[in-house]
């Protein structure tokens, strides 16, 4: 049998909150790439049912937060008039939004309810951010789309998108095939070198002799 010790704030939390539920907000996020900013809008939660506030949850690594295990941004306590939120997004490429309606629960416990939309993911795409490099000549091998390139330095090898070589483990992985490649091309190099002497030597006799 498991049992899980809690924190005394996570005791606190267990005994003042009773368990999420979930409820159809109808919430709707979208998101302004010129401002950078999101707008948040959702629908009034039902009179009657204890209400004390709302809490905008944000998140850019939660996939589904909670309050108050999550900090929320926002607080509304005026129903009417806080239906809907903008706020800026942090920096990050996925985001998540949800809206929780804090509810009281009943005379005896004093504890409170949790009634929770389904999370909205916000999906930024990442801006291609210009890259200066100077001409400084330090070469490095790079691979991109599975070709090898040596790039002037390393700032152009990144700025290319190029994953980084690194030549002595290269070597060492490869060092069987590069010696044979090598041998290879030695014996080709020997080969025309021989081939060109002996030309010369048929043309002109004597040079050996």
């Not at 809690?6 to 907000?25: A, R, T």
């Not at 979208?30 to 009657?48: I, L, M, Q, R, V």
């Not at 044979?180 to 070198?193: G, K, Q, R, S, Y």
Request: with cysteine.
């Amino acid at each position: 049998m498991y049992a899980q010790t809690l924190s005394s704030e996570q005791y606190d939390i267990e005994q003042k909150y009773g368990e999420v539920q979930s409820y159809d907000f109808n919430l709707e996020v979208n998101y302004n790439a010129e401002t950078k900013k999101a707008h948040a809008s959702w629908d009034d939660f039902p009179s009657g049912e204890g209400f004390r506030w709302y809490k905008l949850l944000y998140s850019t690594s939660i996939t589904n937060p909670v309050y108050p295990n999550q900090n929320a941004i926002f607080v509304g306590t005026q129903r009417a008039n806080q239906l809907n939120h903008i706020f800026k997004l942090a920096e990050g490429k996925y985001h998540y939004v949800r809206i929780c309606a804090i509810t009281e629960n009943d005379s005896d416990t004093q504890a409170y309810n949790r009634y929770c939309s389904e999370t909205q993911k916000i999906v930024v795409e990442q801006e291609d951010k210009p890259q200066v490099c100077t001409m400084e000549y330090a070469p490095v091998c790079g691979k991109k789309d599975g070709a090898f390139k040596t790039y002037s330095n390393n700032c152009m090898r990144e700025a290319a998108g190029a994953s980084k070589v690194d030549m002595k483990n290269f070597i060492k992985k490869y060092q069987e095939e590069i010696v044979n490649v090598l041998l290879i091309a030695a014996m080709i190099i020997m080969c025309m070198v021989i081939g060109s002497a002996f030309l010369t030597h048929s043309a002109s006799p004597g040079i050996f002799s």
